[in-house]
């Protein structure tokens, strides 16, 4: 582009290039389309929104994101707690409208498009009878998601969302638009695995279906007791692989199936998801629901996708500060510190959380993904949900490191999709050093001048 002309000239030329569509501060949506889904990066102004519709969009955006030296924003779902798919004064791609989804149902694989959400996908290859695993929510986006990981309610039975990724499709820094896969730029493939968005931007994915013949889950509560959770955690982690367990402390919200007198007290909440055989699944929660009477129990046959039915709204939005650590330990002292955590929080709404891994998950070799976590039993993460000013960031984002740091004083690493905005630990905590500086080498490659550099940022070797 002509530098001689203003920047938001040469903008307006970017949007005649393209097949999707370029929305300025000066267009009636933009104030709508430059939110993502935390509120505490509701102030970043980007100079303007690409709409993508095709990868050769995306690859003439990076053309002049390069030629006007404007940062580069990529946003897909929008849930990044770093807040990297907006920035002020940057460029933003922005992949919603990349939404295919395609099922081959004989070969059992997917290829979705960057812009849809987990419950999208899950609910599309669902009436097929097949499924593959994503996160814990439904309205986040597959992108970032499975670009980190992927640790979700079939982690034990079929491992993390990487873990069914056979390919990808995407467009680099220099604009080439690639298929990788175990074949075909092997190197970038492995690093798309666990490494983020370091690399291009990812237009689709590539799944490996599973047949999911009967499901059994939902919400069993009980009440806040360390004795209950310490146990609870042992039975989920000596459980068969088809069960897995998501299970938090949090403030009970009014639902229908809690007692009146319960709302807004803390429980212990327990996501269970059993994949397999309604029988076996029945005989696998027994030891659970013995545990203590339950103030709530609504696990049962059902659709895979009903555990998506808790999310809440997108309208219910707020300001999040959030930590993780991995670990391979959870006993009593550390479900006491869990509840500990929950009762020192003043956010409206927070989650002090415990995964069950093992499993499938543990299954993958630790090098043969970027996701190198693969030796930890547990993964503890805290998220407080609130609003207010600068004393009430500082607040919360103290409360959750605290609380990390109570419950998991040994730590394995740290989720990358969790890495908060303000945490400093940062990619040594969230890669080993081999790990790293593999990927560190890839973005030499395919990523020389780090053009994709806002986000959990790997610069090049």
Request: glycine letters at 10%.
């Amino acid at each position: 582009m002509d530098k001689r002309f203003p920047i938001q000239d040469q903008i307006e030329m970017l949007g005649a290039m393209l097949r999707g569509r370029v929305i300025t501060p000066a267009q009636a949506d933009y104030e709508a389309l430059r939110l993502v889904a935390l509120a505490q990066f509701d102030t970043r102004r980007p100079a303007a929104i690409v709409r993508v519709a095709t990868p050769s969009d995306i690859a003439t955006t990076l053309n002049f994101a390069q030629a006007t030296d404007l940062p580069l924003a990529i946003r897909a779902g929008g849930h990044s707690t770093g807040g990297y798919g907006v920035a002020d004064g940057a460029l933003v791609i922005d992949l919603r409208d990349l939404s295919t989804i395609d099922i081959d149902t004989a070969a059992r694989t997917v290829w979705a498009g960057a812009g849809c959400t987990a419950a999208e996908v899950t609910h599309a290859v669902e009436q097929r009878g097949l499924i593959v695993g994503f996160g814990d929510a439904g309205t986040v986006g597959i992108a970032g998601l499975s670009l980190g990981g992927g640790i979700g309610y079939l982690a034990r039975k079929h491992g993390l969302t990487i873990d069914s990724l056979l390919a990808v499709e995407i467009v680099t820094a220099s604009g080439d638009i690639l298929i990788a896969d175990n074949t075909n730029h092997a190197d970038l493939f492995w690093a798309v695995r666990g490494g983020g968005g370091n690399f291009g931007v990812v237009t689709r994915f590539k799944y490996r279906l599973q047949p999911l013949p009967a499901f059994t889950g939902g919400p069993l509560v009980f009440p806040p007791v360390p004795e209950i959770i310490a146990a609870f955690v042992r039975l989920a982690d000596q459980a068969p692989d088809e069960l897995t367990a998501i299970a938090m402390v949090m403030p009970l919200p009014p639902a229908p199936f809690i007692p009146v007198e319960a709302e807004g007290k803390l429980a212990f909440v327990a996501m269970m998801a059993y994949a397999g055989d309604a029988e076996a699944a029945q005989k696998a929660l027994a030891p659970f629901r013995a545990l203590a009477t339950p103030l709530a129990d609504l696990v049962g046959p059902a659709p895979y996708s009903s555990l998506y039915m808790l999310d809440p709204p997108p309208e219910m939005r707020g300001m999040v500060a959030v930590r993780s650590r991995f670990t391979k330990d959870f006993g009593l002292d550390d479900a006491r510190a869990l509840v500990n955590a929950a009762n020192a929080c003043t956010a409206p709404m927070s989650m002090s959380q415990i995964r069950v891994l093992g499993g499938a998950h543990a299954r993958v070799a630790t090098d043969a993904t970027a996701f190198a976590h693969r030796g930890s039993r547990f993964m503890v993460s805290f998220l407080a949900m609130y609003g207010g000013g600068p004393d009430e960031v500082a607040a919360q984002e103290r409360w959750a490191g605290d609380a990390v740091a109570a419950v998991a004083p040994v730590s394995d690493g740290t989720y990358v999709n969790f890495l908060g905005d303000a945490e400093a630990r940062g990619l040594a905590s969230a890669y080993p050093a081999a790990t790293l500086e593999r990927l560190r080498r890839v973005k030499r490659r395919y990523d020389p001048e780090n053009l994709f550099r806002l986000n959990t940022n790997i610069t090049p070797a």
